[in-house]
């Protein structure tokens, strides 16, 4: 059991992945160089995807998602409410209005039912609704057969919000498995590598994608818009010699982009970290087990997330559902509490909806659902170091601050 301070998240970096960073600090190329697409080519093979593109976050990830779906103005992107800024402010960067979504309060996942009723409000706005951007929160998987079922019956595309659960595995209804990011019902999925998540790259973010075009897309809006292909050129005198030669130097903007890329030396701490998935995954898996364990007996003024049938999840945080009401006392007590007893925690997330950006722009919106989850969210420490021992700590902890122990 560690005696210091449990943060609720942290990365862990051993001595291979300092020597993979060394060799690139060593190499020729900080950035744009072989580093970056051995980690695509490794995230590729990893989630199943025909195509990775790595980027500079998570956040940039989403924006470029959005990009490359070509969204824009008069357009609409159904977004759960419990999710980080970045999912709803990607919409927002390329101009598009947010359908905030509720969500199911014992797991904060949006539902089918959830994304079709933000649709039908987001219609009656009259939006243009043009996709859904579920969150797998915490690691777990939204139900994407059911939100497919909602997005291919309205004509909307995926954007799989995927920052938390690199690592997932979920059943198809043939009974297979797939990881999270193989995007098999279309689409696309973006990832975050900071270093709270499964795998760290200090900054760093990658969407995947079976769709050639979208890949394509992304890469070009990832750079500037910049296509240096002479086939693809669309300005004769720009970019070819009066022969017909091709000018070497030359570069065709169709579009503006983005300084979004991904640097060598992140991506080699990423390609390391990547290595080192499975055994992250089931260390959490381990310790979320722990905690369930020691959670039952807390049962039902605490309660862990309820678990997603058809889910393998990698855990990235562990959210415990506490009854603070009947508990009486407040949650930011609690947190300091904790605090004072070497415990960090969080909570994943304040409803965005609620921010107050979204709530000039839309008003104030029911999403039960949102409000049950929020109302009870305490993120407990969970990272692959911790010892078995801490989980009672923490638990241990508040049990006494809640005043049931
Ligand atoms: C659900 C979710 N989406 C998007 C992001 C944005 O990722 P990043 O911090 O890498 O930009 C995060 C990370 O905090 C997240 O948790």
Avoid at 187 to 216: C, M, R, W
Avoid at 289 to 309: G, I, K, S, T
Wanted: net charge negative.
């Amino acid at each position: 059991m560690s005696a210091g301070f449990l943060p609720y998240g942290r990365q862990s970096i051993d001595e291979d992945d300092i020597a993979a960073v060394a060799a690139v600090l060593r190499g020729d190329w900080l950035t744009q160089g072989p580093a970056v697409e051995a980690f695509e080519n490794a995230l590729a093979a990893r989630t199943g995807a025909a195509h990775a593109v790595a980027c500079a976050n998570g956040t940039a990830a989403l924006h470029l998602a959005c990009l490359a779906l070509g969204l824009g103005p008069g357009n609409a992107v159904v977004v759960p409410s419990i999710t980080f800024l970045a999912t709803a402010n990607a919409a927002r960067y390329v101009g598009a209005e947010v359908a905030f979504a509720d969500v199911d309060p014992d797991t904060g996942l949006m539902r089918p039912e959830d994304a079709a009723a933000a649709v039908a409000r987001a219609q009656a706005a009259g939006w243009c609704v043009r996709a859904l951007a579920p969150v797998h929160f915490a690691g777990q998987t939204a139900d994407m057969a059911g939100l497919a079922d909602v997005a291919a019956s309205r004509g909307l595309a995926l954007i799989e919000d995927a920052c938390h659960a690199v690592g997932t595995q979920t059943q198809g209804a043939d009974g297979t498995w797939a990881e999270v990011g193989a995007c098999r019902h279309g689409g696309l999925a973006a990832f975050s590598f900071h270093p709270v998540k499964t795998i760290a790259a200090g900054e760093g973010g990658a969407v995947t994608t079976d769709d050639p075009a979208l890949a394509e897309r992304l890469r070009r809006f990832r750079n500037h818009g910049m296509v240096r292909e002479p086939d693809r050129f669309t300005d004769q005198d720009l970019g070819f010699e009066p022969d017909g030669t091709a000018r070497p130097w030359v570069y065709e903007m169709p579009e503006p982009g983005f300084n979004y890329r991904l640097t060598d030396i992140h991506s080699a701490l990423a390609l390391s970290q990547l290595g080192k998935l499975d055994r992250f995954a089931a260390r959490r898996s381990r310790l979320m087990d722990l905690y369930a364990h020691r959670l039952d007996p807390l049962a039902p003024l605490v309660r862990p997330l309820a678990r997603v049938a058809g889910c393998r999840p990698a855990w990235h945080l562990c959210v415990a559902l506490v009854d603070f009401v009947a508990a009486g006392r407040s949650r930011g007590a609690v947190m300091a509490a904790l605090r004072a007893r070497g415990i960090g925690t969080q909570v994943h997330y304040v409803p965005v909806h609620r921010q107050p950006y979204y709530r000039d722009r839309y008003g104030a919106l029911d999403l039960p659902g949102v409000e049950a989850y929020y109302a009870r969210a305490l993120t407990l420490p969970l990272f692959p170091a911790m010892a078995d021992g801490d989980v009672g700590r923490v638990v241990d902890a508040l049990a006494e601050t809640l005043g049931i122990a």
